[in-house]
């Protein structure tokens, strides 16, 4: 099992800045990949990005790739989504989740609690 939980949501203006955090734990959580996803209201869930175990791949969204960045704190095994240059169209939930493998199309098997991102206008 692993277990994760977001933090770092919440009410930002446009253009600005936000920066979410997943703490994945658990004695499954070696080797895991992360990815982060979103939901806005009436939308499917959608894709962001993710990063490999190491911290040291990432691949993201066409349209958030040049202001969004994911990162990994290896000691504090804590992966982050630093969002800039933030949209109304950002808004949305956002939620971590692991994989065991890192790639396009992987399966992700467990996911956080979700933590509301609103941008507004």
């Known amino acids: 099992q692993v277990h994760l939980v977001e933090s770092g949501g919440g009410l930002v203006h446009s253009g600005g800045s936000l920066r979410l955090s997943c703490a994945p734990s658990g004695s499954q959580v070696v080797g895991y990949s992360i990815g982060w996803f979103r939901q806005a209201p009436g939308k499917e869930r959608e894709f962001v990005g993710a990063?490999?175990?190491?911290?040291?791949?990432?691949h993201y969204k066409d349209s958030v790739r040049g202001r969004f960045t994911i990162s990994k704190d290896n000691v504090k095994n804590t992966v982050y989504l630093q969002m800039d240059s933030l949209k109304p169209e950002d808004t949305a939930v956002y939620y971590c989740a692991a994989a065991e493998y890192y790639g396009v199309g992987q399966k992700y098997s467990f996911w956080g609690q979700g933590t509301q991102v609103t941008v507004s206008s």
């Open positions: 990063i490999n175990w190491s911290g040291d791949s990432t």
